[in-house]
């Protein structure tokens, strides 16, 4: 059978490993295994969120309610923008793909960092349009800024994912505000903010106001997710928000009902555990301080971290792809980033006795 000609330079986009699959593979029992993988909160949701989606279980049979109004209105309040200014997707990734659909095509492309969020490559190469990526893996506004002037005719989309997923670098706001201004207006910039709450917790300087970010450019998306710090990875739910126009284009590849019924329920309860979220990012820097510890102790590179995640560099002596397989084996697991083309790690940071577990495991691997 012939497929779409876009699909043959697709590569699938790979999951972090489950938990269920170190089970079935290496007969280790379901809590003995530390996934460190996919970004998810250690600890897993506010126990008020279980406690509502257990309540609505009987509204499974219906569908939810298609304006979503209970939680754009929980995310009015919380950004100080309007209803108007929101749009659902399942997951962000959705909302990266309602905004590469409406922007790109086979004549415009996308430029993002070296290394990134694979999906912005995924749906763009989806529909055939090209990717502009910065010689750099890390974000440097100046090898943006380059490419984008020599490229202006045929780039639509520049996305700026702050912090970055799977380095975890970020951008100091004034710094990016500059680049947007040098930008031009029909060229959307979309920033990925999948990370921002824990960036606006560790340093004011790398937070996004994204009320401000939307009032003073009419051509930027923000995006957000309840995948990481609200611990809600499973519900699939996130959002864009920027102005009402660019809502309203996305909002014409939305299809209806996007998000399932108790995963609304999920988020709307989700929004208002402020002090869950506030823990989980306070603990996610005091246990990253032992990674960063081990890191200097035992001479390995790292990039210093704006998210729930810390990304270790191997020099050659050393092979990512194995030290993933031997934890893997120990019934830990971890993202290996050989499919990025590095010899490195990324590690979620995980409860204080899954760190202790996996720097002692590690030691032992090394
Ligand atoms: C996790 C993540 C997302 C989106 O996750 P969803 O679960 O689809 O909301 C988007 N961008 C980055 C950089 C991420 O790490």
Redesign the pocket.
């Known amino acids: 059978m012939i497929f779409n000609d876009e699909l043959k330079d697709i590569v699938t986009y790979e999951g972090g490993k489950p938990i269920e699959l170190v089970v079935r593979e290496f007969g280790i029992e379901p809590k003995n295994v530390i996934k460190l993988a996919s ?1 998810e909160n250690p600890n897993g949701v506010s126990p008020k969120v279980v406690e509502v989606v257990k309540n609505s279980a009987h509204l499974m049979s219906q569908y939810p309610d298609d304006s979503m109004y209970r939680l754009k209105n929980g995310l009015s309040k919380r950004f100080e923008v309007d209803t108007k200014n929101i749009i659902i997707g399942a ?3 959705q909302v990266i793909e309602f905004a590469i659909r409406a922007k790109a095509n086979r004549q415009k492309g996308i430029l993002t960092a070296g290394v990134t ?1 694979a999906m912005y490559e995924i749906y763009a190469k989806q529909i055939g349009a090209k990717v502009f990526k910065t010689p750099s893996n890390t974000h440097n506004l100046e090898e943006f800024y380059d490419i984008y002037q020599k490229n202006k005719d045929k780039i639509s989309i520049i996305f700026l ?1 702050l912090p970055n ?1 799977p380095l975890g670098e970020s951008l100091q706001t004034k710094e990016v505000y500059k680049f947007i201004r040098e930008v031009d207006a029909n060229t959307l910039i979309v920033i ?1 903010g ?2 921002n709450e824990y960036a606006s917790f560790k340093d004011k300087d790398y937070a996004i106001n994204v009320k401000d970010l939307i009032n003073t450019f009419s051509n930027v998306l923000y ?1 957000g ?1 309840f ?2 710090a609200y611990g809600l ?1 499973g519900m ?1 739910v ?1 959002y864009g928000i920027s102005n009402k126009f660019i809502i309203e284009n996305l909002y014409k590849l939305r299809p209806p009902f996007n998000i399932t019924t108790l995963s609304l329920e999920a988020a709307v309860e989700a929004l208002k555990d402020k002090e869950f979220v506030k823990f989980s990012i306070q603990q996610n820097f005091s246990q990253m301080k032992k990674y960063e510890n081990f890191a200097q102790r035992n001479k390995i590179n790292f990039i210093n971290s704006y998210t729930n995640f810390i990304t270790l560099l191997f020099e050659e002596k050393f092979n990512s792809k194995e030290i993933a397989n031997i934890l893997l084996k120990k019934g830990i697991i971890v993202r290996d980033l050989t499919s990025y083309g590095l010899n490195a790690i990324r590690v979620t940071i995980g409860k204080p006795e899954q760190n202790d577990k996996f720097l002692e495991v590690f030691r032992s691997v090394l």
């Open positions: 970004n997951g962000s990734d969020f994912c997923n990925d999948a990370y995006l997710t995948s990481k990875g699939r996130g």
